[in-house]
């Protein structure tokens, strides 16, 4: 855990940016797959609905980690405690 909440940051603004893309697919109704968990092709692991949840639950812990994580059991934490 050295600097959880900048690397949460930054792994919900990617999500963001590729739930974007996502549902700019899915409006434009391209037959593709995300490429997420080492899918094959689209005929495997097409994207959908479905596809923007798990994006979303995703998002929302990277969040979460974001908002309340404060570091007691990090690297970040016990560097904290060392120094003060």
Do not use: K, N, Y
Request: charged share 20%; proline share 1%; aromatic share 8%.
């Amino acid at each position: 855990g050295w600097r959880v909440r900048a690397a949460s940051l930054l792994v919900a603004a990617m999500m963001l940016v590729f739930l974007g893309a996502l549902c700019i697919a899915l409006a434009r109704g391209l037959d593709m797959s995300c490429g997420c968990f080492a899918s094959q092709g689209s005929e495997e692991d097409p994207i959908s609905r479905l596809t923007v949840l798990r994006d979303l639950v995703w998002l929302s812990l990277a969040l979460f980690v974001v908002a309340f994580d404060r570091g007691h059991v990090g690297i970040d934490g016990w560097l904290e405690r060392r120094i003060s």
